[in-house]
């Protein structure tokens, strides 16, 4: 079965621009979650869809949005991007929503680097 | 909100040797707690969970152990191995709308 895949790998943008990443979660998966890593900050919850609804939604600022299609895959937008965006952004899926705790299985992330 | 401290941040062991790491959390209301290995250019890979039902839980090498009374949870991989080395995160969540909240990550060296 195949992982999570995030495209792309590695994003050069500068201040200013807006980027969308993509993510297609584990085949059957119906929730994907989105996670910033930074190595000030660590391991940081955005958001997590399910049936291509927001179910929840953690602390960052309204720059930061996303999307779920009917098939699962998902993507998440970040507009006016700052060099505080730099950032490693995961994607994780799950078999059902993340709040009953179900695992989840994370991609490789897309590499955002803000100049 | 969740906070998640993690213990030590980097922890050099000889091969073979056993390594511990050891987590505290906030929320008394947290009954998931997965741990992650990252390697280097990858997204964290789940090695193992426990639930809150439970004090102890191993698979092989790992074994994680959890103390509700005192909210700490621990990590302990057994006869270590090169392929050991990464960076660990605990994590823990009540299933809330916070997702998962993780600690700083631990730097797993095995020296040959």
């Known amino acids: 079965k195949a992982g999570v895949t995030q495209t792309p790998r590695y994003l050069i943008k500068t201040r200013g621009q807006q980027v969308t990443l993509s993510c297609s979660p584990i085949?059957?998966?119906?929730?994907v979650s989105w996670y910033q890593q930074t190595p000030g900050q660590g391991l940081q919850f955005l958001f997590e869809?399910?049936?291509?609804?927001?179910?929840n939604k953690g602390n960052f600022p309204g720059r930061f949005s996303g999307r779920q299609f009917s098939n699962s895959r998902s993507e998440m937008n970040v507009s006016t991007l700052e060099l505080g965006d730099s950032a490693l952004y995961l994607c994780?899926?799950?078999?059902?929503?993340?709040?009953?705790?179900?695992?989840?299985?994370f991609g490789s992330g897309t590499q955002l680097s803000v100049l | 909100g969740e906070n998640v401290e993690q213990h030590p941040s980097t922890l050099s062991v000889q091969e073979g040797d056993s390594a511990v790491i050891k987590c505290t959390y906030s929320?008394?209301?947290?009954?998931?707690f997965p741990w992650y290995k990252q390697e280097l250019g990858k997204g964290p890979q789940l090695i193992i969970d426990?639930?809150?039902?439970?004090g102890e839980k191993k698979d092989q090498r790992i074994a994680v152990t959890l103390n509700k009374t005192a909210k700490h949870f621990s990590l302990h991989i057994t006869e270590t191995q090169p392929e050991d080395s990464a960076v660990y995160f605990c994590?823990?969540?009540?299933?809330?709308?916070?997702?998962?909240?993780f600690g700083k990550g631990t730097h797993l060296i095995i020296q040959p």
């Open positions: 994780a899926s799950s078999l059902l929503t993340a709040a009953t705790n179900e695992k989840l299985f």
């Open positions: 085949s059957g998966h119906r929730s």
């Open positions: 869809y399910f049936s291509e609804t927001q179910r």
């Open positions: 929320d008394s209301a947290s009954n998931y």
């Open positions: 426990i639930r809150s039902n439970v």
């Open positions: 994590a823990a969540t009540g299933g809330g709308a916070d997702g998962l909240t």
